[in-house]
Every structure is written in C-alpha cells, then in structure tokens.
C-alpha cells in the first residue's frame, strides 16, 4: 500500500509538472470588467497582444461591464481554476469595491489572487468645463466655497476611485461639491462640457482630446509628482499636502490556479510592464512602468492597498451600498 501511494503521488508530480510546461495549449481569457474603448479596456488590449507574443497563445478580452466592474470580477472569481480565465481591473475594482458594496458576490482576499500589477502611479484627474471660470484647483475651491452645495462633478460609476477622491476632496477643502454619477465616461465627459456637471473627475488620458479641443481644462492630477506628460499641470497635493491617490491595474486569477501557470503569466506580465514607458502604445495611455516583482509580490501588493483603501473610507465615513 504505502508503494501503491508513494507510485501515486509521483505519477500525479508528473502530470502536474507536465500540465504546467504545457501551459498554455489553448487561448486565454482576459476579461476587462469595463465597456470597450475606455482607457482600461485600451490598456487591457495592448497587454494582451503583447503577452500573446510571448506566450505562444492567444490572449483575447473579454469585456464584461457592469456594476462598477463588480458582473466582470465575479466572472472571473468562479471560473475554473485553470489558468485559462483571469481579470485585468483597476484598483477601484480589486480594493475600493470591498468598501463601497455592503456585499459582494465574491471575496476579493479569499477568491482571487493577484499574478502581477500592471501600471502604477496612473494619474486621475480633477478636470472642469472650459466654461467654467476657473484654471487652478485653489481657484475652484474658491468657487465652490463661495457657491456652497451649487456646483456638481461627474464620475464613472465603473471607478470606485473617482467618487472617494470627490468626497476627500470636499471634506479636506470644507466644500460640498455634489457627485453625478455616470454608467460611461463619455456622457460623464459630455455634460461635463456643457457646464453642467462643472467639473469631472477621471484618468488623465480620457481627458486628453477634449483639452487639447479646448472643451475641458485639467486643473490638478492626484499622483504623488506631476504626471508624465503633464508637467504644466500641478498635483492636487501642492495646493493640499498629503492628498495623493495614484491608480493602477493588475492581472488576477482565480484562486486554486496552479502556481507555475501563474509565475509564467505574471513573469510576463511584469516584463512589459517594466518597461512601459519605453513602448509608445503604453506611453500615450499614461501607463507608468511596474516595478520588478518576484512570485507572491503582486498578491501582497493587492492586500496592503485593500487595508490602505480601508483607512480612506472610514475617514471619509463611506456607507457601503
């Protein structure tokens, strides 16, 4: 008996060890919890043909919006575990969400884990109507302090992370600007354009064609130090110090999915996004570069910034809904 299972245990290292130098035979699902066209989505595509490149197999998005990227994440967090499903999402999706939903379909600690983190330091964006006469966060501030409970800002629903930074924003600033929630951010960008909502908050590159129109104007941007690309454009922690919200994306997969097809899809992943500022496509969407990560860091990375989100929403009293 004890031959019968030493014999087992090494047929099934076998075939676990071949399964994993196989991988992947077929094509990989990415689902991108997000309507095709926005930056994410964008981003999530570059990503995916470039990784398809090295992998041999092809790596397609699926786009699954709805419910601020929560249809998208629960998609993914009962897929079999694989190696043949995983989630390309935003921070707002992979730890905001824990705090803005009283109850979620999934466990985000317990049911998902993170393979690599893609762009870091991602720069969102306080941006107004150019009817709007104001062209610096102080300025703004002025206007809504002087006009309280009269001025309004629109944000993508899909972005968990839009609406936290709108609430710091009045509760740091002691202003009471009103949040219009939007299901795309193009109709956010369009009223917002005409005037009403007066200002927006979202990623810098979806803003980018419609100031360069001269229909928008960025007033602040929430990284840590002025935005690739926009270093004519302060940070909002110049006027506010301390106030930094910096995005980012990551690949997850469903718990359970062998460790070396997650290695070798997060080593990957990692790779090109190390070297994000070097490629054009990643360039123009304002996709800073990852740091090196080993095994295990990206997972890591995911839990710390659900705990640092955590201290955010009890500062700002956030309800869950």
Known sequence: MLRLAFVGVILLHS?????AADWPTKPIRLVAPVAPGISTDAIARVFADKVSQELGQQLYVDNIAGAAGVLGTSTVAR?????????FATAGMLAMNKYLFKKLPFDLDRDLVGVATVCRNAAFALAVSARIPVATLSELIDLAKKKPGDLSYAIDVSSGIAGIIGELLNRRAGISMVQVPY???SQAITDTIAGTPEMIIGSVTSFDGFVRAGQLRLVAVTT???AIGYENIATVSETMPGFQFQGWSAVVVPAGT???NRDRLGGV???IARNASKDPQLSALNCNPAPREEPGDADRFLHEERERWGGIAKE????AQ
């Open 316 to 319: 700002i009293d956030l309800q």
């Open 258 to 260: 062998p460790q070396p």
């Open 183 to 185: 299901k795309t951010t």
């Open 224 to 226: 840590a130090e002025r």
């Open 79 to 87: 897929a079999a575990p694989d190696g043949y499903t995983a989630l």
């Open 15 to 19: 075939a676990v060890a071949t399964s």
């Open 269 to 271: 992943v990692n790779q």
